[in-house]
């Protein structure tokens, strides 16, 4: 089988860990990293055993997919680039900075019948697909994503770095159009959005509602939501879900909660993430997580962070995004 020659455009934190799992699947050619900072880029190569480049057009001709974890504010410029070079793109959440990015991206992709996929990886978290298979009517969602502050995406609010992962998987488990969005937020340690909360409603009655920070003391992932008669919680980092059904008690009897922990086995999300990407690439087939419900997930984001912006003007105190 021949093998596809990959790159990766942006190797910081994120892109390196793609370089990682690119090579070690056989199925792959490592071909380049680029970087606009030339030492990280050299040192990323020299890591896995490849080529390091300053720009990504030195690339085109010689690879046939790419992954794309530069900066959000590139992804459009960047990614429509490689697709209309004829270059299959998984980009990294978010697909772009704008919900013209987004369409961009969608529209190059279709007009040159390119693969183009986006990094939601918690779609791939086994507990997540447990959850899937699970849900049939939820009705009310507490979901909330906390994690230590670190210098990485701060180019972004909360919202887009953090939230946008737990936005999509509810838009995934709910199915329903969005009826109402409300939401509270406040820059902590950097110029943006840190730490925010939202309340969504949808058409079908359900009722979600996260909380996402970059600045809590510890690290939590969980999603927990009910239905009739069963709660189900989720864990993210534990990758398993525990499921509690109600069943009715015999005779006068109360109620009898019967608990059920659904094992799955553990995988790496991003590795799952990146096979899915290359399977498409290989056999010419729909992404698992399209451009299009990245997109929806921007949408929902983009509302998030308009809310938050009105709620920050009606208060009396300013509590503006600092410079």
């Known amino acids: 089988m021949d093998k596809i020659n990959v790159a990766i455009i ?3 934190y994120l892109g390196r860990q793609h370089a990682r799992i690119y090579s070690e699947l056989e199925s792959v050619e490592l071909v380049g990293v680029v970087d606009k900072n030339p030492e990280t880029a050299a040192a990323v190569a020299s890591e896995f055993g490849t080529t390091a480049y ?3 057009r030195k690339l ?3 690879v046939t997919a790419a992954s794309l974890a530069a900066p959000t504010s590139e992804h459009a410029s960047i990614g429509c680039e490689l697709l209309r070079q004829g270059i299959d793109v998984l980009v990294e959440k978010p697909i772009a900075s704008s919900l013209e990015g987004a369409e961009a991206l969608i529209q190059t992709a279709q007009a040159y019948q390119r ?3 986006v990094g939601h990886l918690e779609r791939f978290n086994p507990a997540v697909v447990a959850a899937r298979s699970i ?6 969602f507490e979901v909330h994503r906390l994690g230590v502050f670190t210098s990485r ?4 609010d909360v919202v887009f770095d953090l939230m946008i992962h737990d936005l999509d998987v509810v838009l995934d488990l709910v199915r329903s ?3 109402s969005v409300s939401a509270v937020g406040l820059p902590i340690l950097s110029h943006k959005i840190d730490i925010a909360n939202a309340r969504i409603e949808f058409e079908s009655g359900c009722v979600a509602n996260l909380t996402a920070s970059r600045v809590s003391t510890e690290k939590v992932r969980k999603l927990r939501f009910f239905q009739p008669s069963q709660y189900v919680s989720l864990d993210y980092t534990r990758q398993d879900v525990v499921v509690l059904s109600v069943k009715p008690g015999a005779a006068d009897a109360p109620p009898v909660i019967a608990p059920r922990k659904i094992e799955t086995a553990r995988v790496e999300p991003l590795k799952a993430e990146i096979e899915s990407f290359l399977n498409a690439v290989k056999t010419r087939t729909e992404p698992e997580v399209t451009a299009a419900s990245s997109k929806q997930a921007l949408e929902l984001a983009q509302r998030v962070v308009e809310q938050i912006q009105a709620h920050t003007a009606s208060l009396p105190v300013s509590v503006a995004e600092k410079s």
Do not use: M
């Open 10 to 12: 942006g190797v910081g």
């Open 54 to 56: 300053a720009d990504f």
């Open 60 to 62: 085109l001709g010689k």
């Open 115 to 117: 693969i183009l996929q």
């Open 135 to 140: 849900a049939r009517h939820p009705l009310f």
């Open 153 to 156: 995406s701060l180019d972004i």
């Open 177 to 179: 159009p969005v009826k």
